[in-house]
């Protein structure tokens, strides 16, 4: 089993519409949870980062995390075509350091 | 500001050669990791440093992959021999690691643009 899991699908979402994205991780120990955004070619960029039980809102981003579930998620509201990316969840298994486990990502396709 | 700056962009050889991969880090940024993607096991931590300290090299593969960090403002990844199955984009990327006990710890990683490297 990965310890940090996506689908990896792509995601097909009309314009406008709300894009949902899950991730699974196996250490109950993890801290923090990062979403990255990747485009074709380029490099990841976080999104947003979270580390409390709920939600929490960026602009049109919506990371949830449910520690006793362990899973991360995120939802792109008013999903655009500049959105078509695949997207990353990292996890920060290390309390006291700063290493990243990263799943295989959501490769998310925003239609017109 | 310069973001994260890694050289060579693009890099073919052939099986057997030593390949060097270089980044810069962000001025200021006193953690640095090197990354490596591929579709088959996607995005792979291989080593990072704190202050030029490597901290953790369990990613690393195996010997025939190494990294230094002479200073603050420069890190190598070499591989020698390289092989085809290191043919894969590399990352570097570096952060600001707060001082002090921050818990959880929610430092940002900034990415370079990588380096695609192709062993033939």
């Known amino acids: 089993q990965k310890e940090v899991e996506q689908n990896s699908g792509p995601l097909s979402v009309p314009e406008g519409a709300i894009a949902s994205l899950n991730c699974t991780y196996s250490?109950?120990?993890?801290?923090?949870f990062f979403w990255y955004r990747q485009y074709s070619g380029k490099s990841p960029e976080l999104i947003m980062f979270?580390?409390?039980?709920g939600d929490k809102e960026d602009g049109r981003f919506t990371a949830q995390l449910n520690k006793a579930s362990q899973y991360v998620s995120l939802l792109i509201r008013d999903s655009q075509p500049s959105d078509s990316a695949t997207y990353l969840c990292?996890?920060?298994?290390?309390?006291?350091?700063?290493?990243?486990?990263f799943g295989g990502g959501t490769r998310v396709l925003v239609k017109p | 500001d310069a973001g994260v700056i890694q050289s060579p962009r693009h890099e073919v050889t052939e099986m057997g050669q030593e390949v060097t991969l270089r980044c810069k880090p962000i001025?200021?940024?006193?953690?640095l990791f090197w990354y490596r993607q591929t579709m088959m096991r996607g995005l792979e931590l291989l080593i990072y440093?704190?202050?030029?300290?490597?901290?953790?090299d369990s990613g690393m593969p195996e010997d025939r992959f190494s990294a230094k960090m002479p200073n603050a403002s420069f890190s190598t990844l070499k591989i020698q021999p390289s092989e085809p199955r290191d043919s894969a984009v590399y990352f570097c990327?570096?952060?600001?690691?707060?001082?002090?006990?921050?818990?959880?710890?929610?430092?940002?990683?900034?990415f370079g643009p990588g380096t695609r490297l192709t062993v033939l």
């Open positions: 990327a570096s952060s600001l690691r707060s001082s002090g006990r921050q818990m959880p710890r929610t430092d940002t990683q900034y």
């Open positions: 250490d109950r120990g993890s801290q923090s």
């Open positions: 979270i580390y409390s039980n």
């Open positions: 990292a996890v920060n298994i290390d309390a006291a350091g700063n290493k990243l486990t």
């Open positions: 001025s200021g940024h006193n953690s």
């Open positions: 440093f704190n202050n030029n300290v490597p901290i953790d």
